[in-house]
């Protein structure tokens, strides 16, 4: 539905966003600050709609490590040294070693310590290195939903390549950026996805719940 806003209002919103950021929609409708303002309101709608499911999706594999590695290391697995030693240092900015001392220290139950790490840490624990500690094992209980067309490692690497690109979407969507030009269906998919490998019973539900199909389609 238009919204329809005045040409005063339409000033204000353009510089609610700032010429730069407002550029960005300018872009994709030829200069037509209408058009780009309905495509800047639409985008607003469609992330806070994905950011419902996006938050269903981050629980429900948060919770699945959490189980797979309570089964191994036990349930003060944050204070466990064998556990520490399994994360070996990684390359880049992020250290999932660094980032489990520092909320383990910080914190004094597994429950807060949970609530706490970065979503990169969760991504982390489904890398090749620990198929053989936690998921040739557990991994077909911890996601009953999962494609048994898929070998148990096949379906560890989707799913750790699918958290890769949901990580760094759900980073634009907290972050407010533009995410109209992406492939969005895709990206449902791909949430709603992993959800139903880990609890394939609310697989229907969360079709019928999740908003960001309607928003698709109404796109202007």
Same mark, same amino acid.
């Given at each position: ?15 609610? !966003?700032?010429?730069?950021? =407002?550029?960005?929609? +300018?872009?994709?409708?030829? $200069?037509?600050? *209408?058009?780009?303002?309905? %495509? ?37 697995? !944050?204070?466990?040294?064998? =556990?520490?030693?399994? +994360?070996?240092?990684?390359? $880049?900015?992020? *250290?999932?070693?660094?980032? %489990? ?120």
């Amino acid at each position: 539905m238009p919204h329809n806003l005045t040409a005063q209002q339409l000033s204000a919103f353009e510089a609610l !966003h700032s010429p730069p950021r =407002f550029a960005t929609y +300018l872009r994709e409708t030829q $200069g037509d600050r *209408s058009r780009a303002a309905e %495509l800047c309101i639409w985008n607003t709608e469609v992330s806070a709609a994905f950011y419902s499911i996006l938050q269903y999706c981050e629980v429900a594999v948060r919770n699945a490590a959490v189980e797979a590695v309570e089964a191994e290391f036990g349930p003060n697995w !944050h204070l466990n040294r064998g =556990f520490g030693h399994v +994360l070996a240092p990684a390359k $880049g900015r992020y *250290s999932p070693q660094k980032d %489990l001392q520092n909320c383990a220290s910080a914190h004094a139950t597994a429950g807060k310590v949970v609530a706490e790490l970065k979503f990169a840490f969760w991504q982390y624990l489904f890398i090749k290195g620990l198929d053989g500690r936690l998921w040739t094992s557990h991994f077909a209980n911890i996601f009953p939903g999962y494609d048994t067309s898929l070998s148990i490692k096949a379906a560890r690497a989707k799913v750790h390549s699918d958290l890769e690109i949901i990580r760094h979407f759900r980073n634009r969507v907290a972050h407010h950026e533009p995410i109209f030009a992406r492939n969005l269906p895709d990206d449902r998919d791909r949430i709603l996805n992993l959800v139903s490998w880990r609890r394939p019973n609310l697989s229907a539900w969360m079709q019928q719940f999740e908003r960001v199909s309607a928003l698709l389609q109404a796109r202007p």
